[in-house]
C-alpha cells in the first residue's frame, strides 16, 4: 500500500479478529511513541487514547460505506487494517529516530528536519491508501478531489486534539512553592557562592556564571547547564562555575535566577577574583521582553511563576558589573533582540556576543527544544571544536544562517564586540581557557 499498489488488496484478508489485532498493535507502538517523545514529569492521559482511535474508527466507517455502494462485504475492514498496518510500521520507525535522538545518535542536521520527517510519513500512509483505493475502485477526479478534502480535514482536527490531548501530558497547574524550597533557596545560593575557589596567582583563571532567564520552559535551563558541563568539562572551570536557574523543577537544587541571586553573585566573584588577571564567562538565556503591543524593550526576561520578578534591562547589568569590580568581562547573551545589550555593556575589557540584532527575533525557544538555535551552534557544536571565541561566532553565524534559512526565518544575525583592550588580551586569556583542551591534544597525539 506504501508504494501504491492494489496488490495491498490482494493480501490482506479482512475479518473483525484482525482488525482487533492491528488496532491493539497500533495503539501500542503510539503508546510508545508518545512516551519517547513526551516531557519529564508527563504522565499517562487516557483521553490521548481517544483522540488516537479517532483515524482507525474514520477508517472503519469508511469501509462500512464502501462496502455497502459496492456491495462488496470483504472490503468492509480492509480501510482499517491497511492503515493500521501502515501506521504500526511508521511509527515504530519514528520510536526508533526518536529514540536515537535522545541517545544524541544523529548527526546535528537532523534535528531540523525531525518533526517534519514525521508529519511527511503520516500523511504517506493516508495518502497511500487513497491512492490505491482509488485505482482499485476507479475513482473519477471529483470523486478523488473530495476524498482528499475530507482526509485533509479530518487531518486537521486530529492534530488539534490529540495537541491538547497527547497520550503522555502534563498537568497545567497553577505552580506552588512549599515552605521547604522557599526557605532553603538562600541557603543554596550561599552555599554554591561559598563553594567557588580562590583564583590561583600568576595565572588567568576563567569563571563560569549562567543565567536560565524563563522558568516557563525547559530549553533554557538546558542550555545554561550544557554551557556549564562544556566549560567545566573541556575548559576547566569546575569549582569556578555556578547557574542560576528559573525553573518549576529546581526550587530545592538551584538558587534562583533573580536581579538579587546575579548582583550577589557578581559581588561575590569581585571579592574572589583577581580583577588584573581572571576573566567572568556570563552567559544569559531566556525570552528578549516584548509589550503587549510588540513593542520591542530592550530587557531580559526573568520568570519564575509564582514569584514576580523584576526583568534584567541592560542599565541594571551595567552597574551591577561594575559595581562588582570584575575588570575583564566575555557577556554571551542568547535571547531575542538581545543586541540591544551591546551599547550599554561595551567597555575595553568587555567582549559581548549575542544571539541576535538589536531590532531581530532568534530561534529555537519552543517548548519541545533542547536548545535554542544559537545554543545549540554556540556551545553544543563551535566552541567543542574550536580555539577562539571569534572562530566559534563565526562558526555559529554560518551555522545558524543557514538553518534560518532552511526554515524561512528572518536573519538573526548574531553579534561580537569587542573593547580596544579585550582585542589585545582575549588571545592571551584564551590560552588559559583552552590550555587543558590543547594538553588533551597534546596527549592524543603522543
Same mark, same amino acid.
Given at each position: ?12 484478508k ?28 508527563? &504522565? ?6 481517544i483522540g ?11 469501509g462500512?460505506?464502501? $462496502?455497502?455502494?459496492?456491495?462488496? %462485504?470483504?472490503?468492509?475492514?480492509? =480501510? @482499517? ?17 526518536q529514540?536515537m ?13 525531525? @518533526? ?19 485505482? *482499485?475502485?476507479?475513482?473519477r ?7 482528499? /478534502?475530507?482526509?485533509? @480535514?479530518?487531518?486537521?482536527?486530529w ?5 491538547d ?5 502534563? %498537568? %497545567? ?11 532553603? +533557596? ?10 567557588? +575557589?580562590?583564583?590561583?596567582e600568576g ?37 569556578? !562555575? ?25 559581588? &561575590? ?7 588584573? #588577571? ?8 531566556? &525570552?528578549?521582553?516584548v $509589550?503587549?503591543?510588540? *513593542? ?9 511563576? =509564582?514569584?514576580?520578578?523584576?526583568? /534584567? ?7 551591577a558589573?561594575?559595581? !562588582? ?20 555593556l !561595551? ?13 531581530? @527575533? ?23 571544536d ?24 528572518? =536573519? ?5 564586540v ?8 582575549? =588571545?592571551?586569556f ?9 594538553? #588533551?591534544?597534546? %596527549?592524543?597525539?603522543?
Amino acid at each position: 500500500m506504501l508504494i501504491g499498489s492494489i496488490r495491498a488488496f490482494e493480501w490482506v484478508k479482512p475479518s473483525f479478529s484482525q482488525f482487533l489485532l492491528f488496532c491493539g498493535l497500533a495503539l501500542s507502538s503510539n503508546i510508545l511513541f508518545s512516551w519517547l517523545v513526551a516531557d519529564t514529569g508527563s &504522565h499517562f492521559n487516557k483521553q490521548g487514547l481517544i483522540g488516537y482511535l479517532i483515524w482507525p474508527m474514520v477508517m472503519l466507517i469508511a469501509g462500512i460505506v464502501l $462496502s455497502k455502494r459496492y456491495q462488496n %462485504d470483504t472490503l468492509l475492514f480492509v =480501510p @482499517a487494517i491497511l492503515w493500521l498496518t501502515a501506521d504500526t510500521m511508521l511509527i515504530l520507525l519514528q520510536s526508533s529516530i526518536q529514540f536515537m535522538e535522545l541517545q544524541g545518535w544523529l548527526p546535528i542536521w537532523t534535528y531540523d528536519i525531525i @518533526a517534519i520527517s514525521f508529519m511527511l510519513l503520516f500523511v504517506w500512509q493516508t495518502a497511500s491508501l487513497f491512492w490505491v483505493f482509488a485505482k *482499485k475502485l476507479g475513482w473519477r477526479w471529483w470523486e478523488q478531489v473530495s476524498m482528499l /478534502i475530507g482526509a485533509v @480535514a479530518m487531518l486537521w482536527v486530529w492534530q488539534q486534539n490529540i495537541k491538547d490531548q497527547p497520550i503522555f501530558k502534563t %498537568d %497545567d497547574t497553577a505552580p506552588t512553592i512549599s515552605e521547604t524550597a522557599f526557605y532553603v +533557596q538562600p541557603l543554596i545560593l550561599t552555599e554554591q557562592l561559598s563553594a567557588l +575557589q580562590k583564583n590561583n596567582e600568576g595565572v588567568s583563571d576563567w569563571y563560569f556564571v549562567g543565567v536560565a532567564g524563563f522558568g516557563g520552559q525547559n530549553v533554557f535551563m538546558n542550555e545554561i547547564n550544557k554551557a556549564r558541563q562544556l566549560f567545566d568539562v573541556r575548559f576547566g572551570t569546575q569549582g569556578k !562555575s555556578i547557574t542560576l536557574i528559573n525553573n518549576p523543577n529546581t526550587w530545592q537544587s538551584e538558587p534562583i535566577a533573580s536581579r538579587t541571586s546575579l548582583d550577589k553573585t557578581l559581588k &561575590h566573584l569581585g571579592q574572589t577574583m583577581n580583577p588584573s #588577571e581572571d576573566v567572568l564567562f556570563l552567559t544569559i538565556s531566556s &525570552h528578549g521582553a516584548v $509589550s503587549e503591543s510588540g *513593542k520591542i524593550l530592550g530587557d531580559l526576561v526573568l520568570d519564575n511563576a =509564582p514569584l514576580e520578578l523584576d526583568d /534584567i534591562d541592560p542599565d541594571w547589568l551595567r552597574q551591577a558589573l561594575d559595581d !562588582s569590580g570584575i575588570r575583564w568581562r566575555v557577556i554571551v547573551i542568547s535571547a531575542c533582540y538581545s543586541g540591544t545589550f551591546i551599547e550599554k555593556l !561595551s567597555s575595553p575589557t568587555t567582549t559581548i556576543i549575542t544571539a541576535s540584532r538589536a531590532d531581530r @527575533a532568534s530561534f529555537g525557544c519552543s517548548d519541545d527544544a533542547d536548545l535554542t538555535y544559537f545554543g545549540r551552534a554556540f556551545f553544543a557544536e563551535a566552541l567543542r571544536d574550536t580555539t577562539s571565541l571569534e572562530d566559534a561566532f563565526k562558526y555559529t553565524t554560518e551555522r545558524i544562517a543557514n538553518r534560518e534559512a532552511l526554515m524561512g526565518f528572518s =536573519p538573526s544575525e548574531p553579534q561580537m564586540v569587542s573593547g580596544s583592550l579585550m582585542k589585545n588580551a582575549l =588571545p592571551e586569556f584564551e590560552k588559559a581557557l583552552f590550555i587543558q583542551d590543547n594538553v #588533551e591534544l597534546g %596527549d592524543d597525539k603522543k
